[in-house]
């Protein structure tokens, strides 16, 4: 017979395609695939929908109450302090759906190849461009209403090289 220690201690949550997160920790952890990519997001106000749009998550943050969560075609910041908490589902297709909520308003975000968002939007001239999502790399490279940037540091940056050195110049 094993000898076992009592469990005093909860185990960890286990999530398997589908739960409600409520510790900070663990919803960044399921949301940081999303970091540097294109998200589509619909705004609920109770059952309102009361904007959607698409935009590149430039970063996820916790423990910083001085920053706001913000959703803009050129960025979206998530602080998951703004949150009570993040349920996630997976869809038919294998694309995982996040909800952000706090109260009774909440964030819908889905990654934006998808293509249009799976939640039921009436069409609302105000919010809607009336163009579709870009379906592909090609398509989102040409589409103005979208702006995608890399940063892209030298080798030489990472070894601490500045401005004024022998590039050329071999090792002793």
Known sequence: MLDSAPMSEARAKLFINTGVATAKGDMYNILRPLL???????????????SHGTGWVERIVVDHPEMASYFTPLAICL????????AFDTTSEQLLVYTLTIGSERVVLEFAAAGQPRVTV?????LSTGRPLPRNAEELARDLRFIQMELLMSADADAGDTEGGDEDEEPS
């Open 36 to 50: 540097k990519q294109t998200v589509s997001y619909t705004y609920f106000r109770g059952t309102r929908v009361e």
């Open 122 to 126: 009436d069409p609302d001239p105000e």
């Open 79 to 86: 602080n998951l302090d703004s949150f009570d908490y993040l």
